[in-house]
Structure formats: C-alpha cells, structure tokens
C-alpha cells in the first residue's frame, strides 16, 4: 500500500493525532493546510521555545532574557538577520510564499494557547507576539548564521598575527573536533529485507526543548514523518515517505567570506574603501531594550562586501570585519525546496530539488523503494581565492571577490555509504574536517555483517570505541624516566579497551591525560601568547579561548613544529600529574549531559551520565581542558526502513514537547541507546481535539 495515501475523515483545517510518546501526526485536505495545522501544533508544543527563537532572529531577546541575550541581541542586529529573511522571503515564488504564510497562520493561531501551558512566559513576563510572513526565514537564518567557518576565521587569523600566517593551518581540527553529526545508508544487498536502512544522528547543542521536533504530515499528495525544526515548516533534513527517506550531515563546507574593512565617517555617514575606491555604505543606529538593565544602543553598518560584525569606524582596523554569505548576496535561502522535499517520490525528485538548496550545505543520502540510491553535497559555495577560506581577505582587493559557483559532488554507492564530516565527498568545498576515527568505525561495522534490520542500528549509534586515543596513548607508551605511579597508570591506559564507557574509571583517566596535556599546551610559551584575544564582539568568545582551541586540537599540536616544545616531557609532566591525584571516578560521574536553556535553573541538578566522547560514533562532546560536562550530542537518532516504514525507529533527548508529560518522556530510552517506534497505523493513534 502507499503509505503517502490518508484514509479516513479530515477537514480544511487539518486534524491532529498523536502517539504514546505525544509525537503530533497531522492530517489535512492540502498542502497549505496542513502547513497551518504543522504551524498551530508547533506553537502549542513549543511556544516558548519558537517565540525564544523569533526574539533571537530580531534582536530583541535581551528585552525579557536580560543582559546575559545582549551579545547575541547585538550581533542579530549587526548582521542584519531579520532584513536578510525579508529580502529571502520577499523573492519566494508564489507558491512557497503561501505555503509558509499558511504556516505563519497557524503558529499565530496556537501561540496564544501554547504560551498559556508555557511557564516561561509568566516567569519572564513575556507576552506571545505575531509571526511575520518572513519569521521561518529568520529562524532558519538564526540557526545556521554561525554554522559554518565565520567564527574560526576570526581565529586563524588571530593565530597568524601572533604566529604568523604559516601557522594559520595549526589548530585544523582534521586532529580532533568538537562535535559531529553521522549518517550511514545500508543498500539492500546487505539488509535482511533487501531493501535499505538510512540511519544516523545529527550532533548539535542539546538544548531544552530540542532542536529537533519528530512530527508526521499527511495530505492526499503526500505522507511524511521525519524531524522538523520548530519554527519552520517542512522537514528539511530528515525525512522518510514511505516510497523515498532521506539525511544529512553537515558538509563542513565553507561558504562565508569576513572582510577586513577600512571605515570613515563623513558626518553621519559612513564610507567603506573597496576595490573601486570609497564608497557609501549603508549606515542604521539601533536600540536593543534589556530587562533589568538600561537599553543599548548598536550602529548598523553594511559595506559592499556585507554587513560588518566586528569593530567600526571609531575602531581599530585591524578588528574591523564584514561578513558576507550566499543568502545576503541572492536574496535566497532555498525555502522552495521545503515543499518539494515533501512532494518527492523517488531519489531523482530529491536530486532535483536539492540543486535549490542554499545553506547550511550538507552531505545528503537517500534512497527509495525503485532501489534509487543518493550520495551528494546540497547548498550554494563560492568560487573565490584559496585564502578566502583561511582568514580575513581585504575587502578593498578585487582579487578576493566571488567567481559564481561550485558544483556539488556526487558519490556512487556500493554496498554501504557513511557521512560524519570528514574529509570526503565535500573535500574540495572546505576546508577543516572532522578526524576520519567516526566515519572509519562506522564503515568497519557496517561491513562486518550483512543481514542488518532496523533494530541493531542502535548498535551503531551507541559505540563508544575511541579511536583518537590511539596517538595520544603512543606518545605515553613511548617514554622514560616516569615514576611507579605513572608507570602503573601507563600499564592500565595502554590495556584500556578505548571505549569511553560510563562506568569506566580508564575512560576517566584518559580524559584527564588529555585535558592535562591540553592545558600544559596552552600554557607554553609557543601558544601563550595565544591566549589574549583580540577584541571582537562578545558573541564570538567561545571560538577565541585559547585552551579549548588546544583540547580539541591535542594531536596535531603534539606532532607540530612548535618551538621549544618538547613533545615527551610534557606528556611525562601530564602522566605524572594525573597518576599523582589517584582520581578513581568513573568517566559518567563527570561526563554528563548540559542541556542549554534560554531560562536556565540555576538550581537544577547534575544531567545524567553518558557514555561516549568527540570522536566516538557516539560524539558526546566535552571540552578537553576545560569541562568533562556535554554541552553537544545526538541531538536525534533515527533509522529510516525502506521496506516497512513502520519498522523504522526515533528518538529525541528529551522529548515531544516543551511543557507536559511529553517533556522528556524519551530521554531514558536516549540514554540507553533504545529507538521508539515510528507508528503508521491511524488506528494506533489518538486524535486530539482543540479545547
């Protein structure tokens, strides 16, 4: 039977169901209604979470968060999102403007409703506020702004003023990464159905609600269940049909340029020098309203080059910077592949489609019931200067300027096919990738089998083999001259099984070897000078902190030409400072999970314990160095079944819903690794009316 097909009574207005777990399916005569009907159930489900997210896109979230949202508030003004998603939206054609602006509707129709289950509101004094047409795009934009390289380029180029521009390479994270997502398909030859099995788990901030929504959408031209991004109609990245499923990860491409700028005033004005000499730049003075705190004012400035983010014309020019980035430039943001991804049949529907995709770019896999097979890159990357990739490139350089655009690869697949961020099909479109440790141990057990079903995916998912342990532990397995202590904890790190296991005390030990060997790198004179950073916006910090920076970049840091470094007494200093605290906590006593709230509680209790670490295929991300606490994780987990769709499974960290029982009625079967069912059958369902 073709599951896309609805049975049963609906109306104009779309009828909402839900299953055990409180995941909405909805139903609708259209598409338009049922994009008002994903709309109203969003905003009853989340509505603080996406009046959160509104607030953020516009720049007016420290008006009820306070001084603690004022640098975020300040860049979203500065960048311009909330002006760039009207131009996006202003250019839909027709047909997607509707399709959204039904959505609007339908969040503006629930928020009231949601907002009243939502204790937040109160606790804020916030009141629910009005979607515009172009809000989604802004969502959208807000999510994904510091996706890509714009922050690490403010780096790179820090480390090559003080290193100088040879180091710009030194802290590339192919060594080590601070989070990834992973995505794996499974052709039929090599599945006990013969059909393929699409799986993965996309790693962002784990945030409270998440970021992802499990959600169901069903008209007479189509039926689709996968993960919405509250806020946005769709589901853009993940998504199974019955006939055709599909997934991402991010492609780790880089398609935003920063610009040194040179600034004067002329009276109130301001003038940018560019390649054709100065020119008038677009110039906006704004407020920011703060609770509890006087209100901001920021200057707006965009060049011909982008909006500038960093410094001014009153600043220093060595700090005065521009970003520019494909939707400010085309006015597109690639909204009218929403719909189509929806509507698709078979992989060359999706092919299609995705040749409209903007940003973020992400490595897509797909496959569907015609034995159909997908491995591509999705999204829009400049051509321009090799060096546009690596730092700031002066924006009054014609040489530095865009050349059109890059084509997106594909990949054949044979037997199995893996995305994890590495440096693979989308290698030619970035530049840093994740290390190859979670994409290799997907592929080696992936392929030491055949006969794979749904249910032992989850094996997958959950691995905890740490393979980036492997050069630190050889560095230890290769000194002298280390006291019995430090002998006896080399002996128990070297017969480790290296998997970061919970309950393991050698997971524990390893992490602090490397936090340990971090912060002596950090501390060096060879990097100290690294750890003042230059004076960009606040928002920018996280990515200029020198000894996080250090901890995600351990390995090739120990195996670089630093000078006066040397390599084995430092790791022999480490040991013996690890060895001479007998710590014997097990690794989940300190690795638990930090979920992010835009109204934290301050006297909330420790997360639970997790297993896994950065470049385990379960990335549980810490901060080496810093924090053992994970801030990012499998944000979803899912396996997509193209023989039965009913046979495919999901989860979330917490779980359906922002408020209610729903809350985080998921998280148990997260942390023990489990899939819930996706449930098909309408008869399973419970239909749920409005009040």
Not at 26 to 43: F, K, M
Not at 421 to 446: K, M
Request: charge should be negative.
């Amino acid at each position: 039977m073709d599951e896309r097909r609805t049975t049963g009574p609906s109306t104009h207005s779309g009828r909402r169901y839900r299953d055990r777990y409180g995941i909405p399916h909805l139903r609708a005569d259209d598409p338009g209604s049922l994009a008002y009907a994903q709309g109203r159930v969003t905003a009853l489900d989340r509505a603080w979470q996406i009046e959160v997210e509104r607030h953020r896109s516009q720049g007016t979230s420290a008006a009820f968060l306070g001084p603690d949202a004022l640098a975020w508030d300040r860049f979203a003004r500065q960048v311009r999102l909330a002006d760039t998603a009207r131009r996006c939206h202003a250019a839909l054609d027709p047909a997607t403007a509707e399709w959204v602006g039904r959505y609007v509707d339908g969040v503006n129709s629930g928020l009231a409703e949601g907002a009243a289950r939502a204790p937040e509101f109160a606790a804020t004094g916030l009141s629910p506020g009005t979607w515009q047409p172009w809000t989604p795009l802004a969502v959208w934009l807000g999510h994904h702004v510091l996706f890509a390289g714009l922050p690490t380029k403010l780096w790179r180029e820090h480390v090559a003023r003080k290193l100088g521009a040879s180091a710009a390479r030194l802290f590339a994270v192919d060594g080590q990464v601070t989070s990834g997502s992973n995505g794996w398909l499974v052709t039929g030859d090599r599945t006990a159905t013969g059909a393929p099995l699409i799986a993965g788990d996309p790693h962002r901030f784990i945030e409270a609600p998440g970021i992802y929504q499990q959600i169901r959408l069903a008209c007479p031209e189509y039926d689709v269940l996968g993960f919405a991004v509250p806020g946005v109609p769709g589901l853009p990245h993940f998504g199974h049909a019955g006939v055709v499923a599909w997934a991402i990860t991010n492609a780790m491409s880089d398609y935003q340029d920063l610009y040194a700028e040179r600034l004067r005033r002329r009276g109130d004005a301001v003038e940018a020098y560019g390649p054709d000499g100065w020119r008038p730049a677009y110039r906006q003075v704004e407020t920011i309203e703060v609770a509890g705190a006087d209100p901001v004012e920021v200057e707006v400035i965009e060049t011909e080059r982008g909006p500038v983010v960093s410094g001014g014309p009153d600043d220093d020019p060595e700090l005065t910077v521009s970003l520019r980035h494909p939707p400010r430039v085309t006015a597109d943001l690639g909204f009218a592949v929403l719909p189509a991804l929806l509507r698709a049949r078979t992989v060359g529907d999706l092919d299609a489609a995705l040749d409209g995709w903007v940003e973020p770019v992400n490595v897509v896999l797909a496959a569907d019931t015609d034995g159909g097979l997908l491995h591509r890159v999705a999204g829009r990357v400049p051509r321009r200067h090799p060096d546009n990739g690596l730092r700031v490139v002066p924006g009054w350089s014609a040489e530095h300027t865009w050349q059109g655009w890059h084509d997106t690869p594909q990949s054949p697949v044979d037997g199995v096919a893996v995305m994890a961020n590495e440096r693979g099909i989308s290698a030619g479109l970035g530049v840093e990738f994740a290390p190859p440790y979670r994409a290799d141990r997907i592929r080696t057990l992936l392929t030491a089998d055949t006969g794979w079903r749904a249910a032992q995916m989850a094996a997958v998912h959950t691995d905890t083999h740490l393979a980036g342990a492997e050069p630190l532990l050889a560095v230890l397995a290769g000194l002298d001259g280390l006291s019995a202590d430090a002998d006896a904890l080399r002996t128990r790190l070297l017969a480790w099984d290296r998997r970061m296991a919970a309950d393991s005390v050698d997971a524990a030990t390893f992490a602090d070897l490397r936090s340990a060997v971090a912060r002596r790198l950090a501390a060096h004179p060879a990097l100290a000078v690294l750890a003042e950073p230059p004076a960009h916006p606040e928002v920018f910090h996280p990515w200029l902190a020198l000894v996080p920076r250090v901890g995600y970049a351990v390995v090739p840091l120990l195996h670089a030409d630093l000078p006066g470094v040397d390599r084995d007494a430092l790791v022999r200093a480490a040991a013996e400072e690890v060895a001479a605290t007998g710590d014997t906590r097990r690794w989940g006593e300190r690795h638990r999970l930090l979920a992010w709230q835009a109204l934290p509680d301050p006297a909330a209790p420790p997360g639970p314990e997790l297993h896994g670490d950065s470049d385990c295929v379960l990335a549980t991300s810490s901060v080496p160095g810093v924090t053992d606490l994970c801030l990012r994780g499998p944000a979803a987990r899912y396996v997509w079944d193209l023989a039965r769709r009913e046979d495919s499974r999901w989860v979330v960290p917490l779980g359906a819903t922002g408020t209610g029982e729903h809350r985080d009625d998921q998280l148990a079967h997260w942390l023990r690794g489990e899939l819930v069912e996706v449930t098909c059958d309408w008869d399973r369902l419970t239909e749920e009316h409005d009040d």
